[in-house]
């Protein structure tokens, strides 16, 4: 089938599930949950073929660790699709209403954006995420996976189309596009009949996709994530945060990457924060007035304040002060989730007042902004931008609105 066939056929189902009840979602989400489990050994088995052509070929054990999947995330996927069952279907929510004075009734009401395009590298977990969001919310959802995940990706829908055909449903609701670049070419140029396109992914990739695409766009960012701990935080809680939003899962976009320590506090801060880092693996890359705390420091190089490691590495910096923390992250940022860790609530005021981020912390690990620990439940991503939709992109971020207008026979004068 070719992409065009791919996306006129998601686009006939787009006009199905909008109609849908929530009933009917919910029993196609759980019967999609009891064929991806039915189907864990052919999943797995095609996972492993994935990720020993990942090692064989040289790649990152971060990127492997997004690529892998055990029983145990396999059981995760399963019950991320079930718990989306359980949640509230943003469909037909009225976001205002009102009466005007001649009587006419005015409602903002969510429906499905209709077919959604989402282009993503290396997680298989993302293809049944991606998937149930976009069922619940009433869309057909055309799925652009990595090569690298091939195998996985084709395992994963062929269990979920089973799920969906038991439920009564089109399998053409949950797609995978195949082919070469010229494919996503094609995605990103289908106006009409893709509604929205959505990378997740690395910076080449979002950007590749926002620079190129036709489609309208909802970007999700990369991580530049930072912890800026202030002259009056406390320091066993500050190290306590760090660790857990660097060790915890490096590989993610809402990982710490970059580390600030306020200067008044730095001698007494950073030789217990770096021996802690340490323990825990980390390679620290700091600058030129951090490197006399610990002889295991790496110096930090030009352009490193702007990575994303996704891996056991951490830059690290001394500021001054607030202001010099904040112009950092200003410079440095990609709008992600910043954290400061401070018991003076000035500060920690202006830092929430002026740092531009979709997620601002206070005295809290970076790895708490995501879907599921919003209560969201399961996520597309996190959008960095400001149009439509910022933060966790969940069932309500999936919808758009119309206006329904009900008179009894008013005409404008």
């Given at each position: 089938?070719?992409f ?19 009933g ?11 064929a991806?489990?039915a189907?864990s ?5 095609a996972?492993?073929v994935?990720?020993a ?7 990152s054990?971060?990127l492997?660790?997004r690529?892998?999947l055990?029983?145990?995330r ?26 005007n004075a ?8 969510r429906?499905?954006?209709?077919v ?7 997680r ?7 998937a149930g969001?976009c069922?619940?919310a009433?869309n ?5 996976g ?6 996985s ?5 062929a ?7 038991a ?5 053409e ?5 195949e082919?070469d ?5 094609e ?10 396109l959505?990378?997740?992914?690395g910076?080449?990739l ?7 695409a036709?489609?309208p766009v ?20 500050a ?10 899962r490096?590989?993610v ?13 730095a ?15 980390v390679t620290?890359?700091g ?7 610990s ?5 930090a190089v030009?352009?490193?304040f ?16 607030l202001d010099?923390a904040l ?5 440095h ?7 400061i ?6 500060a920690?005021?202006?830092?929430v007042?002026?740092?531009d981020?979709?997620?601002?912390l ?22 960095t ?15 758009s609105?119309?206006y ?10």
């Open positions: 089938m070719t065009a066939e791919q996306a006129a056929a998601a686009k006939r189902a787009s006009r199905e599930l909008a109609t849908l009840n929530r009917r979602k919910d029993a196609a989400l759980h019967a999609m949950a009891d991806l489990l189907a050994d052919q999943v797995l088995a996972n492993a994935d990720v052509e990942a090692r064989a070929a040289g790649t054990e971060s492997i660790d690529l892998a055990t029983q145990s396999l059981a995760g996927m399963a019950e991320g699709l079930r718990a989306l069952a359980g949640l509230a279907d943003p469909v037909g929510d009225v976001v205002r209403g009102w009466t001649n009587g006419v009734r005015v409602r903002q009401v429906v499905p954006l209709g959604v395009g989402i282009i993503y590298e290396a298989p977990n993302v293809t049944a995420d991606a969001i069922l619940k009433g057909a959802a055309l799925l652009r990595s090569s690298s995940t091939l195998n990706n084709r395992a994963v829908v269990a979920l189309h089973a799920g969906l055909v439920a009564g449903l089109p399998a609701a949950v797609q995978l596009v082919g670049r010229s494919v996503t070419a995605m990103m140029a289908a106006r009409g009949l893709v509604d929205v959505i990378p997740r992914g910076a080449g979002i950007a590749a996709v926002v620079d190129g036709k489609v909802i970007e999700t960012g990369t991580g530049n994530c930072h912890l800026y701990v202030d002259e009056a935080a406390d320091q066993d809680m190290i306590a945060i760090m660790l857990n939003a660097k060790v915890q490096p590989s976009c809402n990982s710490l990457e970059t580390l600030l320590v306020h200067a008044d506090i001698p007494s801060f950073l030789p217990r924060a770096l021996a802690a880092l340490a323990e825990a693996g620290v890359h600058t030129a007035e951090v490197l006399p705390y002889e295991e420091i790496v110096p030009p352009g490193e702007d990575a994303e490691y996704l891996s056991l590495d951490l830059a690290c910096a001394i500021v001054p002060d010099a112009e950092h992250i200003r410079v940022s990609t709008g992600h989730s910043e954290t860790i401070t018991d003076d609530r000035r920690a005021d202006r830092f007042a002026e740092v981020a979709a997620a601002v206070v005295n809290a690990s970076s790895r708490f902004v995501d879907g599921g620990e919003f209560g969201f439940g399961a996520e597309i991503g996190i959008s931008q400001k149009l439509h939709a910022r933060g966790p992109m969940a069932l309500a971020e999936m919808t609105t119309k329904i207008v009900d008179g009894a026979g008013q005409v404008r004068g």
